[in-house]
C-alpha cells in the first residue's frame, strides 16, 4: 500500500482524477465502503498511518470481533487488513472522527457508484438558532461538521485551514468552535471586522452553507494549483516552516509607506544616549521642553493662518492687524518659553547626565566590585592578587576618564530640538492591517527607526469589552486602569530599552530576549499551537523554551537578545506580532496571563527576610493595584526591592513588631503602599477610587 503522504497527494491530485476523498471528519460517509478503501488517521503535526478495508461494512462495537479481541470504544467500525483486524471510524453518532479521513481508490469504485470526489453529506436541519459560547444542540453539531468540511478543503487547496480545526462534532459550542468561528469569519467576511465575533448569526450560517455545499468546496483547478500539495507542505501538517517558506511568507505581506514632516521636536534619541537611566526628573525636563514645542507650533500656524488671510497686494483691515499682532505676541512669548526649556535641558544634562549614563554607571559598578577585591586583597597581604587588583582599578579609572570626556563631548555638541520626519507604514498580514509609525518622540526613546502601533481592528473599547468577559472584581478594575496607560492587546512598541513590548500590559523581551513577554509567548504556543504556527513560526518567529526566536530566510537562526534586536527596527515581524493580538482567544490568554503573573503570583511571592508573602502585607484593593501598577510598569525587582528596604526600616523603627500578626501587618501595609506610591504618584492617583481598607482586595 502507498505512504500515507503519497495517498493525500493522489487524492488532491486533479491529473489522478479517480482517486476520491469519500469520507472526511466530522461528516458521514459520502457513500458505503467497499474493500479496498484506504483509511487515514492522522492529526496535526503527527504523521498518518493508513488502513485498508477488507470488507465492504461498517459494524457496531458489539459487533466487532478482531485478531486483538473486541472493540473496547462506543462507535462504529471498519473492518480493515492489519493485524488488528478493525479501525474505529466514527463515533456513536454515526459521524467521523475528527483525525479520520477516508480515500478511495480507482481501483477500488465500484461501476455502479457514481464518482462523487468531493462529498460532504452534513446533517440537513430546518431550524438554524443564533449559536454562540455555551450553546448546545443539533445546530451545533451541523455548524460544526460544516467548519470541518471549510477547514479540510483549504488544507487540501495549499492554504491556512481553520484555527482549532478539525473539531469534535459534539454538539456542544465551546472555545474551540468559537476560534474556528472567527477564523471562518475572517476568511468569509475579510473587509467587514464587525462581523468577527464568534457568533453564528444569519449572515455566518448563510456564509457557512454556501461555502460547505458539493460546489463551492470543489478542490481549484489544475491552473490554480499547479504542483501536487505535499504532506509536509500543508502549514498545518508540517514539522517545521522551511527558510523558503519564510521568505515566501514575508515577501507577501505588502507594505505601504507615507513620509510624515513633524518639524521641530525634541531630540529624544541623543538625549538618552547621554542620559540612558529612566528618573522623574529626566521625564520631568523632557516633557516641558515637548510641551513648549507644542504650544510654540500651535501659535506658528495660527499666525500663519491669519496672515494667509489677506490678499496678495492689499493691506489688512485693522482688526486683521490686531489679531496678527497678537499672535505674534503669543509666537514670542511660547518661542521664548523654549529657549527656557532648552536651556533648562542643558543644564539638567551638565548635571545628571553623568549619574544617568549608561556606560559610566556600569564602570561605576565595576569599580565598586574592583575595590573590595583590593581590600580583600590587602587583608591577606597577597603581593600578587594586590598587583593584579591595583592593575584592574587603574585600568577602570581610566576608562571612566574617557568615559566622562566622551559624555562631556555629547553634552556639548547637543540640541534640544531636531526636525523629525516620520515615516509611517501599512503592512496587509493574514487579511488585516497593523500600522506602525517610526520615530516616536517620548522621553525613553533610544532607536529612532523603533516602531509604535497596533492592529487596526483592535482599540481601547475591545479591551474594556474583553476585560468583562475575562476578569472580574478587582481584577477587572485593577486591569482597566493599567491598560489605560499601557496599550491594546495588539499595542507593539520596540523604541525604548525593553526592545520590544507588546500587548495590553505591554510584556518585554529586554535586552535578552528573555523577558516577561517569552513566558506569555510561550503559553499561547502551548495553548494555541496551531494559531501560533499559523500566525507567527510561518513568518520566522519562535520562542524557545527561556527566549525570543527568530528564523530568517537565509537559514540562519537568532536566539535571545539579537532575535530581539532584529525585531525591533523590523517592521514585517513587528506587524506579525502585533496582529497575533488580534485573536480573540490570544486577548483572553494575555488577560489570564496578566491575573496569574502580575497580581495572583506576586501576591503569593514571599518577602525576602521577612516571614509573610507580599498578600500578607497588602491586602487592600488599592494597595494591590499599585502594587501590580508598579510590577507592570517598573519591573518586579524594584517592586521587591521597594516592599522589603520598607519592612526593615518598619521592623527596625518598631522595636518588637511581629509581622505575623495581623495588627502589625496593618500598620505595615501603609508604610510599604505608600512606598510603591511613590515611585510614580501620577500612576498611582489613577487607583484612588479603589477602595483603601486593608482585605478589602476581592478578585
Aim: glycine share 8%; net charge positive.
Amino acid at each position: 500500500m502507498p505512504d500515507p503522504k503519497t495517498l493525500i497527494n493522489m487524492a488532491v491530485n486533479p491529473q489522478v482524477p479517480s482517486t476520491q476523498v469519500v469520507g472526511w471528519p466530522g461528516t458521514r460517509l459520502a457513500v458505503p465502503l467497499v474493500a479496498g478503501d484506504i483509511i487515514l488517521r492522522g492529526q496535526h503535526r503527527r504523521r498518518p498511518r493508513a488502513a485498508m478495508v477488507s470488507r465492504a461494512r461498517v459494524l457496531r462495537r458489539k459487533d466487532v470481533r478482531g485478531r486483538r479481541g473486541k472493540a473496547k470504544e462506543a462507535g462504529f467500525y471498519a473492518e480493515t487488513i492489519g493485524d488488528q483486524g478493525f479501525e474505529r471510524i466514527a463515533g456513536p453518532d454515526g459521524l467521523l472522527l475528527p483525525d479520520i479521513t477516508i480515500i478511495r481508490p480507482g481501483t477500488a469504485i465500484p461501476s455502479n457508484t457514481a464518482p462523487n470526489p468531493v462529498g460532504y453529506p452534513v446533517p440537513q436541519f430546518v431550524a438554524r438558532p443564533v449559536i454562540r459560547i455555551g450553546s448546545t444542540g443539533p445546530a451545533v453539531t451541523e455548524a460544526q461538521a460544516r467548519l470541518n468540511a471549510v477547514h479540510a478543503v483549504r488544507i487540501l487547496s495549499g492554504q491556512i485551514g481553520l484555527d482549532r480545526c478539525p473539531l469534535a462534532t459534539d454538539g456542544l459550542f465551546g472555545r474551540n468552535t468559537q476560534a474556528a468561528t472567527l477564523s471562518f469569519q475572517r476568511v468569509a467576511f475579510t473587509n467587514q471586522p464587525h462581523e468577527w465575533d464568534g457568533v453564528i448569526g444569519p449572515r455566518t450560517w448563510a456564509s457557512l452553507i454556501q461555502a460547505s455545499t458539493p460546489a463551492q468546496l470543489e478542490l481549484p483547478p489544475q491552473a490554480e494549483l499547479p504542483t501536487i500539495v505535499a504532506f509536509a507542505d500543508i502549514p498545518e501538517f508540517a514539522e517545521t516552516v522551511t527558510p523558503a517558506q519564510i521568505g515566501t511568507n514575508l515577501a507577501a505581506i505588502t507594505v505601504t509607506t507615507a513620509t510624515v514632516d513633524l518639524g521641530l521636536k525634541p531630540n529624544a534619541v541623543d538625549f538618552n544616549a547621554i542620559a540612558y537611566a529612566n528618573t522623574p526628573s529626566k521625564r520631568t525636563i523632557f516633557r516641558q521642553l515637548a510641551v513648549a514645542r507644542g504650544a510654540e507650533a500651535t501659535a506658528e500656524e495660527r499666525r500663519a493662518a491669519l496672515r494667509a488671510r489677506i490678499p496678495a497686494g492689499t493691506t489688512p483691515s485693522a482688526e486683521v492687524q490686531r489679531r496678527i499682532t497678537a499672535a505674534e505676541a503669543v509666537v514670542a512669548r511660547t518661542h521664548a518659553a523654549v529657549e527656557r526649556a532648552s536651556t533648562a535641558m542643558r543644564d539638567w544634562l551638565c548635571a545628571n547626565g553623568h549619574a544617568h549614563n549608561r556606560r559610566l554607571r556600569a564602570i561605576a559598578g565595576q569599580r565598586r566590585t574592583a575595590d573590595r577585591e583590593l581590600a580583600r586583597a590587602r587583608r591577606g597581604r597577597n603581593q600578587a592578587a594586590i598587583q593584579q587588583a591595583e592593575q584592574r582599578v587603574a585600568t577602570l579609572e581610566a576608562d571612566r576618564t574617557a568615559a566622562r570626556a566622551e559624555v562631556d563631548r555629547l553634552i556639548a555638541a547637543f540640541v534640544p530640538l531636531v526636525p523629525i520626519s516620520q515615516y509611517r507604514h501599512s503592512l496587509q498580514i493574514d487579511g488585516e492591517t497593523v500600522r506602525l509609525h517610526d520615530n516616536v518622540i517620548a522621553y525613553a526613546t533610544i532607536v529612532a527607526n523603533g516602531f509604535e502601533g497596533q492592529a487596526s481592528n483592535d482599540s481601547r473599547a475591545i479591551v474594556t469589552s474583553r476585560l468583562s468577559q475575562f476578569a472580574t472584581g478587582d481584577h477587572l478594575r485593577i486591569l482597566t486602569v493599567i491598560s489605560h496607560h499601557e496599550g491594546t492587546f495588539s499595542n507593539v512598541n520596540t523604541w525604548d530599552r525593553a526592545i520590544v513590548t507588546w500587548g495590553f500590559i505591554q510584556w518585554t523581551f529586554g535586552e535578552g530576549g528573555d523577558g516577561s513577554l517569552v513566558a506569555l509567548l510561550a503559553e499561547i504556543k502551548r495553548r494555541e499551537p496551531q494559531l501560533f504556527e499559523n500566525r507567527m513560526q510561518r513568518y520566522g518567529l519562535n520562542i524557545t523554551a527561556s527566549a525570543a526566536q527568530v528564523n530568517r530566510p537565509d537559514g540562519t537562526v537568532l536566539t535571545g537578545g539579537p532575535a530581539a534586536l532584529a525585531m525591533q527596527t523590523d517592521a514585517k515581524l513587528i506587524g506579525v506580532l502585533s496582529r497575533l493580538g488580534s485573536e480573540q482567544i490570544v486577548q483572553q490568554i494575555q488577560i489570564e496571563h496578566a491575573i496569574a503573573t502580575k497580581i495572583t503570583n506576586l501576591r503569593a511571592r514571599r518577602v525576602s527576610g521577612h516571614p509573610v508573602t507580599f498578600g500578607d502585607v497588602i491586602s487592600s484593593s488599592y494597595g494591590v493595584g499599585v502594587m501590580t501598577d508598579r510590577h507592570v510598569g517598573s519591573g518586579i525587582g524594584r517592586v521587591a526591592q521597594t516592599v522589603k528596604a520598607t519592612l526593615d526600616q518598619f521592623v527596625r523603627d518598631n522595636a518588637g513588631a511581629d509581622l505575623t500578626q495581623d495588627i502589625w501587618k496593618a500598620r505595615a501595609e501603609r508604610a510599604v503602599v505608600s512606598a510603591l506610591a511613590a515611585i510614580d504618584p501620577q500612576r498611582a492617583a489613577a487607583f484612588d477610587s479603589l477602595p483603601n481598607a486593608r482585605g478589602s482586595f476581592a478578585p
